[in-house]
């Protein structure tokens, strides 16, 4: 059974750098895909970016590239998700998931899972 | 335009059957996802593809697509099916390459 576990809970002050992780586990897959996913306080589902884990080929959301730094361990089976100067605003439960994109029918179609437990963000002077 | 559209909350009386729908010009190329969020707690998938379900997943949960409309049918709402549904879709011009809808929740009365 794949399991993404992610890292614990941050408290950090604007204008620090952070680095959250994202272990795959459960498989013997080396290449694939993860997704993260913010979800602000109360609100919903936003989509950040992915990356592939076998050449590290990344995609961003436009909302979130150059304000994030995605990449990846291969070798070590883990994602990462880094700030290099946290605001206030970046506050909030922080998912990565396995992402899987299918073009083999008539219609196309993406999902993510399974998901990690999420990695609360909370940056407060 | 690239963008998923739900209503944001419904409701059905226990037992009876609720259609969840999402609307967007990328559905008329992709089959819409569908995940079950409940407070606390991480997404958690409940339909993908045309209309499969995780084997996890009870057969009361559905899917459907049409035009550019998708729909999450939940037929039998039980009380543990209350919660937010979110759809998500690739977006046809590829920026961004990933929408998710606004939520839906869903409330068992």
């Known amino acids: 059974e794949v399991q993404l576990v992610q890292s614990g809970a941050e408290v950090k002050k604007p204008g620090e750098s952070l680095k959250i992780s994202c272990k795959n586990s459960?498989?013997?897959?080396?290449?694939?895909?993860i997704g993260w996913v913010r979800q602000m306080p109360g609100k919903g589902l936003e989509w950040m970016g992915i990356i592939y884990l076998g050449d590290s080929d990344t995609r961003y959301s436009p909302s979130f590239q150059g304000q994030v730094t995605i990449s990846a361990d291969k070798s070590n089976s883990t994602a990462y998700l880094q700030w290099s100067s946290l605001q206030a605003s970046d506050t909030a439960m922080y998912y990565c998931?396995?992402?899987?994109?299918?073009?083999?029918?008539?219609?196309?179609?993406?999902?993510?899972?399974?998901w990690g437990q999420g990695t609360l963000v909370t940056v407060s002077s | 335009s690239s963008e998923l559209t739900q209503d944001p909350a419904v409701s059905v009386a226990l037992g009876q059957t609720v259609r969840i729908t999402c609307q967007g010009d990328?559905?008329?190329?992709?089959?819409a996802s569908w995940y079950q969020q409940k407070p606390g707690q991480a997404p958690v998938l409940v339909i993908y593809?045309?209309?499969n379900r995780p084997s996890e997943i009870p057969d009361r949960f559905s899917g459907s697509s049409s035009g550019n409309t998708a729909s999450l049918t939940i037929t039998g709402a039980q009380a543990e099916d209350e919660a937010d549904y979110y759809c998500n879709s690739r977006d046809s011009s590829g920026n961004p390459l990933v929408l998710f809808g606004g939520g839906t929740k869903v409330t068992v009365l």
């Open positions: 459960g498989d013997s897959f080396s290449s694939y895909w």
């Open positions: 990328s559905l008329r190329s992709y089959y």
């Open positions: 593809g045309k209309n």
């Open positions: 998931a396995r992402y899987y994109y299918d073009s083999s029918g008539y219609y196309l179609s993406n999902w993510f899972d399974p």
